[in-house]
């Protein structure tokens, strides 16, 4: 609870972000990450952010049901009918300010044909209509893999064409009221000084609604290919802050405050938390944060 306890200056929102279901006996019901995350929110005076996604890794889906378990595609309707369902019991139940439904999405679409791309965006409005008829005033809204729809990411193997006019297909009012970026500039450059002025308002050209990021960072120790270093990763926060004055920004959260714990450290993210593992060493982004936080909070 420490981390609840003392969030303050790291800003007011906390983000949850896990699986639209927590097993697949389970689908139809809320995640308990998304139910503790919102409901916690008022004891320890946070803003919660609720994400829920369907897809892992390059846009694999988790979509299979019990009753259909060679079905892994939205033609599943009955994991079509248990997504809603949930959506709205967890609505009936909670009233999150931001909530997203998607995770980096852009995989996704580059993965499937456009027939299932265009189901997805069919369930997107629904879930749309469902959340705002519970809860109008909710910031609803689904992610992006910004690098990988830049067409840039040579460090880590990305191979995609640049792919931002597919955010012309999210329609303010009728599947989202923004769009979000998952951002990690590692994945291209050396140094966050290489980042070009327009590498954030690029995506305007897709969409035109207000922005949120929901994960950004850059790691403290190098890995090859990857860079890293605790002064890159001050330096990458005051030049997101930069690249991105000229949007209507909504959130922003840092992925990790706190390293992971080496036995489940996924390598490219082990050392993008502002404080090691268990907070004894303190490093430069972290003083870097606070300060952009009270900046505008």
Known sequence: ????????????????????????????????????????AEQFDYTPVIGLGFTSGLGVPDLTSEE?????????????EDMLAMVAAYFDANRPPFFF?????????????DAEWNRWLA??????????????????????????????????????????????DFVVGTHVDGIALTTYPFFEFDDPADMPPDYYTRVTAGFS????????????????????SEAQQAAFITRFFELTADLDVRT?????????????????????????????TVRAADATWKAEVAARE
């Open 1 to 40: 609870m420490t981390f609840l306890q003392d969030h303050g200056p790291y800003g007011s929102i906390i983000a949850f972000h896990t699986s639209w279901r927590d097993s697949r006996a389970t689908a139809g019901q809320a995640p308990n990450l998304a139910v503790v995350g919102a409901g916690l």
């Open 68 to 80: 259909h378990p060679d079905d892994n595609s939205l033609q599943n309707a009955d994991t079509r």
């Open 101 to 113: 439904f998607g995770n980096e999405m852009n995989f996704y679409e580059q993965a499937v044909d």
């Open 123 to 168: 369930l997107l409005a629904d879930v749309y209509a469902i959340v705002k008829a519970r809860s109008p005033d909710t910031f609803v809204y689904t992610t992006f893999q910004w690098e990988a729809m830049a067409g840039v990411g040579q460090h880590v193997g990305f191979a995609f064409p640049e792919h931002i006019d597919v955010l012309e």
């Open 209 to 228: 609604g207000p922005i949120a990021f929901s994960e950004l960072g850059w790691p403290a120790v190098a890995s090859a290919p990857l860079p890293g």
């Open 252 to 280: 922003a959260v840092q992925l990790f405050r706190y390293d992971p714990d080496a036995a489940s450290a996924e390598p490219t993210f082990a050392t993008v938390g502002l404080l090691n593992n268990d907070g004894s």
